[in-house]
């Protein structure tokens, strides 16, 4: 492997950790602070996904189409918590699993009423090639953008939650939520906040994974199980667990994808090295999350102690 | 949660079946099940096939060999137990008296037995795996595009009379990935420097593409049809590859699906098939025209697929005078293809695979600012058939 090659993968690892961190963090805010089990978490990113195309289609400016995914999107998520999924608060996780479930099948089916089964979304024009980096080594510009993005994000998440007063107060529902209750905190409308600034997040990264991707019905089912692995390595409830985990998720996944083949290359045939590589690469991820539950099974960082 | 998935899909066909009550078989009508992927980011491929099997139908005044045609379209959503139910439901509800559509090998083969097991035809406008070629081989199964390997070979013999000493070598981790990477193989002389598999399905590429970079290929050859193709292209060009090696792609990675989403950076680039919207014979410029008439686009290779089935279907329908409970002189009819196909020449090898012409396209302009592909006049391979006909042993 050449310092090039390990360079390239760390970034691209890099981007891809970053994005699953933005989808892990509303889920495992949820999940934490309201002990709920959100499977439709991943279909919000689908509609954040399909606001922005829609927008960026609309007006041809990428940054509105953020934007108006990005506020779209929370308020659409703060009505479906206030309206539909409060009342499942009190149930237990089976029934909360099953509604989020229909949710899911209910999203996937409106939107593509409302947009079809799928829009187009590119990368701005300007950032559709490479930027050479160092001498002889570029990288595409938009992923690079993603990167600087997530990176911004996940630092405006860190000062919010760690240094402000709702920072605080979400940081206790996480640890404790019947002590903060107890406390005084106005525990419905705490929710509400932690659940539109989720699907904001998750809104931001559909739009930003729209041109590398595709803004599909569908779409957030996939990653749904890659944030679920994120916040169980992670530890729930955790923000720095759902940013380590994410990381970590995107760095195994990208390696894996490309070091298993050549590893195997070194010991096996051809033939029997080119079936196994993928094989096993498509299982790192879960082998991964085996072997942290295996060690530490409240994962890596819980909220709770 | 596909579990979920899967149980629940399954309990809401079974409703959809017991509900079913009306069982009406017509001999004065030829009855067509078609199953393919119409929606997701590789719809476009089923569409296109669907959109030129009705053109076809509606060119022959909605009748196929002088019966009037019924078609089923459905959606297999890209999924091989969801296309395995709508053949059954077409098969055992409708009892329809030939199947065709499906785009993906993995889907088809999933659901091909439900056709076969049921003495019904089923007739691929794509797909076309090497085991139906050879091993498993079928009377019932007849291939109307072209061995799934045939580009790739296009491909090999493309590299190799170039001159061209090192290839990288990418495809998803599936039947027809194999198979096409196994034929580019066949006919490339140079050295393989890198050979990836990727998951079935995946749109991010990032990591493939960094080891390309490392790997330092001549020719990057991808076979990665659809959606799949569509992404890869787009980042090999963002990634700034394409000033450090070539890119040759198959015919339907090139092709007006792709070539629309991708733009400019398209141009120029090599790619091989069977068909090309610039073919002469009066059969394709009518084709190319009623399409482009029709539905406002020009049709790709996809396109010219669905419309050679629906001619098939036509010709065999005539052929039996109308008479397909004779299912052996049905397939004779299918077998003797007796029709003006709009790739030009071509006949069906003992396998009922295709012996035919491949040739070399490239990318060029259309004249009205858009890009279009433009074939060599030499094919690349003549009268090619597949290499695992010795190895079916059906009776002629």
């Known amino acids: 492997m050449t310092s090039v090659l390990v360079l390239e993968q760390a970034l691209n690892g890099l981007q891809f950790g970053l994005m699953l961190f933005l989808l892990a963090a509303g889920l495992t805010l949820v999940f934490g602070v309201m002990d709920m089990i959100n499977l439709a978490h991943g279909s919000l990113y689908m509609v954040g996904a399909f606001l922005g195309a829609w927008i960026v289609g609309l007006t041809g400016s990428f940054l509105l189409g953020i934007g108006g995914a990005f506020v779209g999107t929370a308020l659409f998520g703060m009505a479906l918590e206030s309206s539909l999924l409060r009342p499942l608060y009190a149930r237990d996780h089976l029934s909360q699993v099953l509604a989020t479930f229909a949710l899911i099948l209910i999203l996937n089916d409106g939107t593509r009423m409302v947009f079809g089964n799928d829009l187009p979304l590119s990368a701005p024009e300007a950032l559709g090639g490479p930027v050479e980096l160092v001498p002889g080594f570029s990288y595409p510009a938009y992923r690079l953008v993603i990167i600087g993005a997530g990176l911004a994000i996940a630092a405006l998440l860190y000062v919010l939650v760690a240094k402000t007063r709702i920072g605080a107060l979400v940081r206790a529902g996480a640890s404790n939520r019947e002590m903060a209750t107890a406390m005084g905190v106005d525990i419905k409308r705490l929710f509400t906040f932690v659940f539109g600034i989720g699907a904001a997040l998750c809104a931001v990264a559909g739009v930003l994974m729209g041109p590398l991707l595709a803004v599909q019905v569908g779409m957030g089912e996939n990653i749904l199980i890659l944030a679920f692995v994120v916040i169980v390595v992670g530890g729930i409830g955790s923000i720095r667990g759902a940013l380590v985990g994410a990381l970590l998720v995107g760095f195994v996944d990208t390696f894996g994808r490309t070091i298993m083949q050549q590893l195997f290359r070194e010991f096996l045939p051809a033939q029997v090295a080119s079936a196994a590589g993928p094989a096993v690469a498509s299982v790192a991820i879960y082998v991964f999350m085996a072997a942290v539950l295996a060690i530490r099974p409240q994962g890596l960082f819980p909220a709770r102690g | ?396």
């Open chain 2, 1 to 396: 949660m596909p579990t979920f998935v899967r149980s629940l899909a399954l309990s809401c066909t079974a409703a959809a079946l017991t509900s079913a009550l009306t069982l009406a078989s017509a001999a004065d009508k030829v009855k067509i099940g078609f199953v393919s992927t119409l929606s997701g980011p590789s719809a476009a491929l089923g569409v296109d096939i669907r959109d030129a099997f009705l053109l076809a139908v509606k060119m022959n005044g909605g009748k196929l060999g002088g019966l009037p045609a019924e078609v089923l379209v459905s959606d297999d959503q890209f999924k091989p137990d969801v296309a395995k139910q709508l053949f059954e439901k077409d098969i055992k509800r409708d009892k329809v008296d030939f199947m065709t559509g499906v785009v993906f090998s993995n889907i088809m083969l999933a659901a091909l037995p439900e056709a076969l097991d049921a003495n019904t035809f089923y007739l691929s406008p794509n797909a076309a795996p090497s085991s139906m070629a050879g091993k498993d081989c079928n009377p019932l199964f007849f291939a109307v595009a072209w061995p799934n390997d045939a580009y790739h070979e296009a491909a090999g013999q493309f590299a190799t009379q170039r001159g061209m000493k090192s290839v990288y070598l990418l495809a998803p981790n599936y039947q027809a990935g194999k198979d096409s990477l196994s034929g580019f193989k066949r006919t490339f002389k140079g050295t393989v420097v890198g050979e990836n598999y990727t998951k079935l399905g995946q749109l991010d590429y990032a990591a493939e593409l960094a080891e390309i970079r490392a790997a330092k290929p001549q020719v990057l050859y991808v076979f990665l049809p659809g959606g799949m193709g569509i992404n890869f292209i787009k980042q090999f060009v963002g990634a700034g590859l394409g000033k450090d090696m070539t890119l040759l792609l198959p015919g339907f990675s090139a092709d007006q699906d792709v070539i629309g989403p991708v733009g400019a950076s398209m141009s120029g680039l090599f790619n091989t098939a069977h068909w090309s919207p610039d073919f002469t014979n009066a059969a394709n410029q009518k084709f190319v025209a009623e399409f482009r008439k029709e539905y406002n686009r020009t049709p790709t290779l996809y396109a010219s697929q669905g419309y050679d089935t629906a001619q098939l279907i036509n010709a065999a329908v005539r052929d039996v005078k109308g008479k397909l409970e004779d299912h052996e002189a049905v397939r004779k009819a299918l077998k003797a293809a007796k029709f003006d196909s709009v790739r030009g020449p071509f006949r069906f090898n003992t396998n009922q695979y295709p012996i035919q012409n491949y040739y070399v396209r490239t990318v060029g302009s259309d004249g009205h600012g858009g890009l279009v592909n433009k074939s060599f006049n030499e094919p690349i391979l003549k009268d090619h058939g597949d290499a695992y006909v010795q190895d079916c042993k059906m009776k002629p």
